[in-house]
């Protein structure tokens, strides 16, 4: 991490990381992840000149394509951002490779081992392997088995295997997962992808608290009197009923995304920035963390699913009626709930997390309300004073912004809230990369400082198991409230937050 070092020497280094020569090898080639975000993301690299000479992409899955049809494929699927520069896509290409591979049949893992060997030879790859392991959850297990038993995990400076998400389906799982990979390989071995670490405005909550004196003083409960964390897409399931069904927004977006959020957003400052050190603090703060009512989560948590929507030149379908989904279907695309953190620093300070499909608008932010004045010695012009409100915008508006009140320009003394903004594409003048870029380099780099270490997953499952086994056990405690498309979500979860007098914000 390069951010919030300040002695030059090590910027310095920072800044120097060099990926070592290496194969990437990707189980999974033919699906979406892959064309969609692991190629973009790698030819980013390259074109930023960030990937060595000595590279080499080994594209592996069932089907029996050549490396020239992986190419197309993969050119097919980049065209419109190949012509920004057809040059370096000539010259990326020639990296690209491919193998058949069913990772559950010995014989292909021998035959991957041999064309492993052949490419460190074309290639001087020199033995030096990113695994990743974009294929579907049940086989992360056995994927990994296959790769120890075959020995291309044995030694651990120079292998290292990328697990996407979701890591488990619940806490047991997530533990019988992680004990399997842990025998394959070491845990600094082992990266655990969180798209959301990746984004530049998620690690800039580190920088923000950490490199600036004023925030830290008053980053607690003494200051601070909630906290809301928002994730919110216009998309519906799009094509992945198969999938979502199984998971609804619970799975797919709290227990990761926005419980990663809470965790940086949360933790203490660690005592050196180094990978452990941080993870470290973002475990503990996972492991105090708890719903708000755990006897009765019924009280803290809100369901819902949408409902058509849109206008009539362009309406929108239910999520029952999107392909794959049962006519009848309980998942979940909407959630929102409250929790706390048993700790000093945020001891009965709420958290409120929500995240939706196809709500009004896509935007992930933090909203940090501060505590009001004691006293209110000025009108507000809008009719009560607004607490000040600190805005860390993830996405798409990447930045921040500080709501405070000023005088209300006229003869009177009446206060108006203002906002003061930072924008990263107004400041830097370019969109931050996509996070994928940064999550391949780090994995490529071997530093594990944005991925999930096993205790940290562990503990976010853990959070979230009275829900999930009241929505096994007896699903009508959290009934599915529905909500119209391209709206704010449930009435319900509106009404979560005024029991407690407060509003969602509304951006
Ligand atoms: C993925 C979820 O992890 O994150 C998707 O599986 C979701 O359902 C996506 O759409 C959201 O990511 P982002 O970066 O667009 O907020």
Redesign the pocket.
């Known amino acids: 991490m390069v951010a919030t070092v300040t002695n030059p020497l090590r910027v310095g280094l920072r800044q120097e990381r060099v990926i070592a020569p290496q194969c990437l090898v990707i189980f999974g080639a033919s699906g979406d992840l892959t064309h969609r975000k692991l190629v973009p993301a790698l030819f980013e690299l390259f074109e930023q000149r960030r990937l060595p000479s000595e590279f080499a992409l080994l594209g592996c899955a069932r089907r029996p394509w050549s490396d020239e049809e992986f190419r197309k494929k993969m050119a097919d699927a980049l065209a419109i951002r190949i012509q920004d520069d057809p040059e370096a896509w000539k010259r990326f290409v020639n990296k690209l490779f491919y193998e058949p591979v069913d990772l559950q049949k010995p014989e292909d893992v021998a035959r991957l081992s041999g064309r492993l060997k052949e490419i460190d030879r074309w290639c001087a790859t020199r033995s030096n392997r990113t695994f990743y392991l974009s294929v579907s959850p049940k086989f992360y297990a056995s994927g990994c088995r296959s790769l120890s038993d075959a020995g291309l995990l044995r030694d651990p400076k120079r292998s290292r295997v990328v697990i996407e998400?979701p890591f488990g389906h619940d806490y047991r799982s997530a533990q019988a997962l992680n004990q399997v990979v842990q025998t394959c390989g070491q845990e600094n071995q082992i990266f655990r992808i969180d798209?959301y670490l990746g984004k530049e405005t998620v690690q800039n909550i580190m920088v923000l608290r950490f490199a600036n004196s004023i925030f830290e003083p008053i980053w607690n409960r003494n200051y601070i009197s909630s906290v809301q964390i928002t994730?919110s897409?216009t998309?519906g399931v799009e094509e992945r009923a198969g999938y979502y069904e199984s998971s609804g927004a619970l799975r797919?977006?709290v227990q990761n995304?926005l419980t990663q959020m809470l965790a940086i957003v949360a933790m203490e400052m660690p005592g050196r920035f180094d990978p452990e050190a941080i993870r470290n603090e973002k475990a503990k703060v996972l492991q105090t963390a708890r719903l708000a009512d755990e006897v009765e989560p019924w009280n803290c948590c809100v369901r819902g699913q949408y409902g058509p929507g849109g206008s009539r030149a362009n309406p929108l379908m239910g999520y029952r009626q999107e392909p794959g989904v049962e006519a009848n279907s309980t998942t979940e695309t909407y959630v929102a709930m409250k929790l706390f953190i048993d700790n000093w620093r945020w001891q009965s300070v709420p958290f409120y997390v929500r995240t939706g499909k196809r709500l009004a608008k896509r935007l992930?932010e933090i909203v940090l309300t501060f505590r009001e004045v004691p006293v209110h010695l000025f009108d507000a012009a809008t009719g009560r004073p607004t607490a000040n409100q600190l805005i860390l915008r993830i996405?798409p508006d990447e930045g921040a912004g500080f709501r405070f009140e000023v005088k209300s320009p006229g003869s009177g003394m009446c206060s108006r809230p203002i906002d003061m903004e930072f924008s990263y594409d107004q400041s830097f003048g370019e969109p931050s990369d996509e996070g994928y870029v940064r999550l391949l380099a780090d994995a490529m780099l071997g530093d594990p400082t944005l991925f999930t270490r096993a205790d940290e997953v562990e503990a976010a499952w853990r959070l979230y198991t009275p829900l999930l086994e009241l929505i096994e056990d007896s699903p009508w405690r959290l009934p599915i409230h529905p909500y119209e498309s391209r709206t704010w979500g449930p009435a319900a979860a509106d009404a979560l937050l005024a029991r407690d007098g407060l509003l969602w914000r509304r951006p």
Do not use: F, G
């Open positions: 998400k798209h994730a897409e998309v797919d977006m995304h992930s996405q």
